[in-house]
């Protein structure tokens, strides 16, 4: 079972970009769906997005961020990412990474089952 950290969270300014990463650990990654979430304070947990296992890789995207944010892989770094663009204050959130086995993109949207998940990277959009 893989072990996720979340790295690249921080202040930025609305319209402004980050990029998070999630390295995972172990040597089956690129069999794992990988997925982004966000937990805004006083709200619940949230689907951002998510790219299948190999070979595919496709992805998905929650409606808030289609075409702002970017979901990307790179299975010889056992990395995924999140490149987040136009950043708005209401973006403001905890992001956390998930992977799920040969999971599916409709089982990840959902968060429900899920045992791998990261620690959490803080994102702060000011205004």
């Known amino acids: 079972q893989v072990q996720l950290v979340e790295s690249g969270g921080g202040l930025v300014q609305a319209g402004g970009s980050l990029r998070l990463s999630c390295a995972a650990s172990g040597r089956t990654f690129s069999s794992y769906t990988m997925g982004w979430f966000r937990q805004a304070p006083g709200k619940e947990r949230e689907f951002v997005a998510a790219?299948?296992?190999?070979?595919?890789?496709?992805?998905n995207y929650a409606d808030s961020v289609k075409g702002r944010f970017t979901i990307s892989r790179d299975n010889a770094k056992n990395t995924v990412y999140l490149q987040m663009t136009s950043l708005k204050p209401e973006d403001t959130a905890v992001y956390y990474c998930?992977?799920?086995?040969?999971?599916?993109?409709?089982?990840?949207?959902?968060?429900?089952?899920?045992?791998?998940w990261g620690q959490g990277t803080l994102v702060t959009v000011s205004s």
């Open positions: 790219i299948s296992w190999r070979p595919s890789s496709s992805t």
């Open positions: 998930a992977a799920d086995l040969f999971g599916t993109i409709a089982a990840m949207r959902t968060g429900v089952g899920l045992e791998v």
